[in-house]
């Protein structure tokens, strides 16, 4: 069951340098807030090695992968923790357009995903994975994509933002 976390970490960590390669200014705009570089250049070179990251460590995973995607979170807890000390709400960036502000969360979400994929050290690839389940691995795949779009809504879409606009104007 780990396995399936650690593959969700790295779809994710795929997905957000994926969006800092195409769309880098929301993660220069929180960068630059915290006093780190915040190059565009800077911020899509950090987006090409998430993606590398996580691309490597959905095919290989191993004994060495799975730290390195624990590192990323890691960072990112770290960073959304700060985030989280300003005194105004701000976009953590790291899906590229999505402002929805920085909530614990993302920090929570960042810890279990660091959990889980120190947690996965010596894992097996996708590829052997999903081949050692047989008609299972198709489960284990729909398993995998749903999980991603689903932590993936629940962090770029501010559900709490929209319920209270919604009994807002209700009551009006």
Not at 15 to 38: F, M, R, T, V
Not at 91 to 110: A, Y
Not at 145 to 152: A, D, K, P, R
Request: aromatic share 12%; proline share 4%.
């Amino acid at each position: 069951m780990v396995s399936i976390a650690y593959f969700i970490a790295c779809q994710l960590l795929a997905i957000g340098g994926c969006l800092k390669l195409l769309n880098p200014q929301l993660s220069h705009d929180a960068w630059e807030k915290l006093n780190l570089p915040s190059s565009l250049i800077f911020v899509r070179s950090v987006g090409f090695l998430e993606f590398s990251t996580a691309i490597c460590g959905i095919i290989i995973a191993g004994k060495f992968l799975p730290f390195v995607v624990a590192v990323w979170f890691a960072i990112f807890s770290i960073l959304t923790w700060h985030i989280l000390r300003l005194p105004v709400p701000l976009p953590c960036g790291c899906f590229g357009k999505s402002e929805v502000p920085t909530s614990r969360s993302h920090l929570l979400m960042n810890f279990a995903l660091m959990i889980a994929s120190l947690g996965s050290v010596g894992v097996d690839g996708l590829r052997e994975q999903v081949s050692s389940r047989s008609w299972w691995g198709l489960g284990y795949l729909a398993i995998l994509i749903m999980g991603s779009i689903l932590i993936y809504a629940v962090l770029t879409y501010d559900f709490a933002f929209r319920i209270r606009s919604r009994n807002s104007q209700q009551g009006r």
